[in-house]
T-cell receptor, first 108, second 112 residues
Framework: DAKTTKPNSMESNEEEPVHLPCNHSTISGTDYIHWYRQLPSQGPEYVIHGLTSNVNNRMASLAIAEDRKSSTLILHRATLRDAAVYYCILTPGDKVIFGPGTSLSVIP | DVKVTQSSRYLVKRTGEKVFLECVQDMDHENMFWYRQDPGLGLRLIYFSYDVKMKEKGDIPEGYSVSREKKERFSLILESASTNQTSMYLC???????????FGEGSWLTVV
């Protein structure tokens, strides 16, 4: 199974950019890189995904390394609502594996 | 809006009871998943299904079974609930390879 590794926790000041890293050295050529986040007492929600090129949407940006062995989720201006657990996952086939995630704290 | 609906948000069951957790999605997705989530352990995959009547074991299938008789519905069954199955259970669905996964709100199960 393709696995990802990331820090257990991170902290950011409100309105500053946040870079959440993820390593996925065993990624295969057909794996997509997805990011989800989970607010307290809720199911995870989709943030962004990509295959090879960097991606932007209204929530975040995803920077993918040229060799695809790592990626970074970028929140351009952290808000208190961005405090959540963030998951970086790969989709090898139909099975989707989540790890413990990165807990992001946002300081007012 | 796309929707994954889990039938019960909070349940309390007794040890040894048979428990059904129901999940319905309205997006015509082929893939459906059941996870459990415990503090510090992230989401662990119990079972998944990629088609009607098809199922595959995830990382922690012991003590659970699943049923998928219709495309939109995926049920998780605890044949004989035990206290170590007290957890939050999440259902999810997706279309094949690379597409977004949609989660339900979660079902909090307490086994006493």
């Amino acid at each position: 199974d393709a696995k990802t590794t990331k820090p257990n926790s991170m902290e950011s000041n409100e309105e500053e950019p946040v870079h959440l890293p993820c390593n996925h050295s065993t990624i295969s050529g057909t794996d997509y890189i997805h990011w989800y986040r989970q607010l307290p007492s809720q199911g995870p929600e989709y943030v962004i995904h990509g295959l090879t090129s960097n991606v932007n949407n209204r929530m975040a940006s995803l920077a993918i390394a040229e060799d695809r062995k790592s990626s970074t989720l970028i929140l351009h201006r952290a808000t208190l609502r961005d405090a959540a657990v963030y998951y970086c996952i790969l989709t090898p086939g139909d099975k989707v594996i989540f790890g413990p995630g990165t807990s992001l704290s946002v300081i007012p | 809006d796309v929707k994954v609906t889990q039938s019960s948000r909070y349940l309390v069951k007794r040890t040894g009871e048979k428990v059904f957790l129901e999940c319905v999605q309205d997006m015509d997705h082929e893939n459906m998943f059941w996870y459990r989530q415990d503090p510090g352990l992230g989401l662990r995959l119990i079972y998944f299904s990629y088609d009607v009547k098809m199922k595959e074991k995830g990382d922690i299938p012991e003590g659970y079974s699943v049923s998928r008789e219709k495309k939109e519905r995926f049920s998780l069954i605890l044949e004989s609930a035990s206290t170590n199955q007290t957890s939050m259970y999440l259902c999810a669905s997706s279309s094949p390879l690379g597409n977004t996964i949609y989660f339900g709100e979660g079902s909090w199960l307490t086994v006493v």
